[in-house]
């Protein structure tokens, strides 16, 4: 607990206070939030920071962490009506398997708001949306070769259990159209410059089906994203596996562009080979879930384990995501991964912080 309580100072102000009291719980008093949304991107701050694996006598623990906010005088008078409240988000956030964090809200009956609320309740806001990126370190090189293309609102990442609060910038004719050009717009000028290391292999950008199956959408990209040939293969875009039963088309045509491919969650649906063979993405890759289950679930690891054998015979990169510990890493470089990325490599970069890392490695 010492441990935890260290971590989670890094995350808080000096006008903060932290509490334990109980075992496994602690409160925090934030002093200075102007706004729900404020005490949201914080406590997403303070479960990246809880994220990494705790060490006790030589075996690593990770930590599987909910959190309940309440706001005064917003939502309570007093501090027995905040606790009240705080207590009544907390039970919600435990209940959606024991991970998240929820918002109380008093005008739904006691219920709390959870992240997904949120996301409908809030207006897109492009002033607000910035980008970082994920390193993807290199098993043989042991450098950064990749990055992940992370959007933000309001310093929360929208990947994972947060995707959610992307939906109101897709909303409306021409949202995702709208979205889009942001994403490239804000992409192009770090591109240019991350293109410059030669060890760099590129930006991986993820788009869902919401968008894939829309019509319309590789005319888009053709002729409203206006990304030079020579930075369109340095950018590589993810999409789910299951994409190739219904929408191989697609794909075929955004290689034809220039852009190179990435396929994600191969463990809901694999590609057969021959579709693997024609398709050629550049890189497969193993999402945390199943990167999760592996240490304690044989099928899944047989499932991985099936999945790396064909990429090793199609001669195709294997990356993982959600690599939490070095005995994990390990485990997943005796499985021929190629690409890891996760907490154990570190957190999210600004383009800056990026570009400053890459200089670092080559010197």
């Given at each position: ?71 005064a005088p917003l939502q309570a008078n007093d501090a027995g009506e905040l606790m009240g409240a705080v207590s009544q988000a907390l039970k919600t956030a435990q209940r959606s398997q024991g991970a998240g964090v929820r918002l109380y809200d008093p ?242 970069l600004s383009s800056e912080m990026l570009q400053e890392q890459l200089i670092l490695e080559n010197m």
């Amino acid at each position: 607990m010492s441990d935890v309580a260290e971590r989670i100072q890094v995350g808080l102000s000096r006008y903060d206070t932290l509490y334990r009291i109980r075992n496994d719980r602690l409160l925090i008093q934030l002093r200075h939030v102007g706004c729900a949304e404020e005490a949201l991107r914080i406590a997403n701050r303070l479960n990246e920071l809880l994220a990494y694996a705790v060490r006790v006598d030589r075996r690593e623990i990770h930590l599987s962490t909910a959190v309940g906010i309440a706001l005064a005088p917003l939502q309570a008078n007093d501090a027995g009506e905040l606790m009240g409240a705080v207590s009544q988000a907390l039970k919600t956030a435990q209940r959606s398997q024991g991970a998240g964090v929820r918002l109380y809200d008093p005008t739904r009956q006691r219920k709390a708001l959870t992240v997904d609320d949120f996301a409908r309740l809030i207006k897109p806001d492009y002033e607000q949306m910035t980008i970082g990126f994920r390193p993807v370190y290199g098993v043989s090189s042991h450098r950064i070769e990749v990055a992940q293309l992370t959007p933000l609102f309001k310093g929360v990442p929208c990947l994972g259990s947060n995707e959610s609060l992307l939906a109101p910038f897709f909303e409306g004719e021409g949202g995702w159209q709208t979205y889009l050009t942001w994403l490239f717009g804000q992409l192009q000028l770090p591109l240019a410059r991350l293109a410059q290391h030669t060890k760099f292999q590129g930006v991986v950008i993820t788009l869902g089906a919401e968008i894939v199956e829309l019509p319309g959408f590789v005319e888009f990209m053709a002729q409203r994203i206006h990304l030079p040939k020579s930075l369109r293969t340095h950018v590589i875009i993810e999409f789910d596996a299951i994409e190739t039963r219904d929408h191989e088309g697609v794909l075929f045509d955004i290689e034809a562009l220039g852009y190179r491919i990435a396929l994600n969650r191969l463990s809901d649906y694999l590609p057969p080979i021959q579709q693997l063979k024609e398709l050629e993405p550049s890189l497969l890759k193993l999402d945390a879930e199943l990167v999760e289950d592996m240490v304690s679930n044989l099928a899944r690891r047989r499932q991985l384990e099936k999945i790396a054998d064909i990429a090793a015979d199609l001669d195709i990169p294997l990356g993982a995501e959600g690599v939490q510990s070095a005995g994990l890493r390990m485990q997943l470089t005796h499985q021929g991964v190629s690409y890891m990325q996760g907490d154990y490599f570190g957190r999210l970069l600004s383009s800056e912080m990026l570009q400053e890392q890459l200089i670092l490695e080559n010197m």
